[in-house]
């Protein structure tokens, strides 16, 4: 199961890196390409959606059927994976939350970009007809 986890982690990394560099000032001569790049990418970064979903779910599944360790019944051991366990539960389920909001933002700022280099085209289409 950890290997799901490392790819929504790499997934996550990936969109915050393309993230930063098209939002980053000074980058404006590769920035067309950079947006051309992400556009491409941001169809197969969509299936981070569903993945994420599920893996929701696991967690879900995991903290409901989760043996309960709440009186003094539980050895110090038990008690001790009962609690790195829902550690893991909330680490995964901040690394969900961080996937989905960067993908978010990546579609966002794209989407952003792109229309504002449609409008500086139509800005300075319209100047050269004055």
Not at 12 to 36: F, H, N, Q, V
Not at 88 to 112: D, H
């Amino acid at each position: 199961m950890a290997l799901e986890w490392v790819v929504l982690g790499y997934a996550a990394a990936a969109e915050a890196i393309m993230l930063l560099l098209i939002t980053l000032p000074g980058l404006d001569p590769i920035r067309k390409g950079l947006i051309s790049v992400t556009r491409s990418l941001l169809k197969p970064f969509l299936s981070v959606v569903p993945f994420c979903l599920f893996l929701l779910m696991d967690i879900y599944w995991k903290y409901e059927t989760r043996p309960s360790c709440e009186s003094d019944s539980c050895s110090p051991s038990e008690h001790l994976r009962h609690q790195k366990s829902l550690m893991k539960s909330q680490r995964n389920a901040i690394l969900i939350a961080s996937a989905l909001l960067f993908y978010w933002l990546l579609y966002s700022v794209t989407a952003l970009v792109v229309k504002i280099d449609v409008l500086n085209k139509r800005i300075v289409k319209l100047k050269s007809q004055d």
